[in-house]
Nanobody
Framework: QLQLVESGGGLVQPGGSLRLSCTAS????????IGWFRQAPGKEREGVSC????????YYADSVKGRFTISRDNAKNTVYLQMNSLKPEDTAVYYC????????????????WGQGTQVTVSS
C-alpha cells in the first residue's frame, strides 16, 4: 500500500519557522518527484515547492522563494519543507504528493497524496 504521511505542522508566530516532513511507505521516494502544495480556506490549492526525481532540481512559488527550502533524505525515505520567516498568509493545510516521472521538471501531474498537515501562522 502506497502511502504518504505529512507531519510537523502547528501554530507558530509570524517570523517563526517550521519543518514539515513527508514520509513514504510502500515505495521509495527517491524515484519520484515530490511536491508540496497548500490550500487555505476559501482558496484553491497551490503549488509551493517541488523537487525533481532525476537530479533533485528544486522549484518554488514566488511567494515562498527565499524563505522555504525543500530537501530529501533518502535514508529516511522523507522529503522536508523547511519554512522560515513565516507570514500569516502562509496559513493553510499543507500536502505532499508524489509523481512517478523521471524528469528534471517537477510541476507535473501528481499520483499520490498525503492527508495534509495544518500550518497556522498567528500572533
Amino acid at each position: 500500500q502506497l502511502q504518504l504521511v505529512e507531519s510537523g505542522g502547528g501554530l507558530v508566530q509570524p517570523g517563526g519557522s517550521l519543518r514539515l516532513s513527508c514520509t513514504a511507505s510502500g515505495f521509495t521516494l527517491d524515484n519520484y518527484a515530490i511536491g508540496w502544495f497548500r490550500q487555505a480556506p476559501g482558496k484553491e490549492r497551490e503549488g509551493v515547492s517541488c523537487i525533481s526525481s532525476s537530479d533533485d532540481s528544486t522549484y518554488y512559488a514566488d511567494s515562498v522563494k527565499g524563505r522555504f527550502t525543500i530537501s530529501r533524505d533518502n535514508a529516511k525515505n522523507t522529503v522536508y519543507l523547511q519554512m522560515n520567516s513565516l507570514k500569516p498568509e502562509d496559513t493553510a493545510v499543507y500536502y505532499c504528493a508524489a509523481a512517478g516521472v523521471r524528469s528534471s521538471w517537477c510541476w507535473v501531474l501528481y499520483d499520490y497524496w498525503g492527508q495534509g498537515t495544518q500550518v497556522t501562522v498567528s500572533s
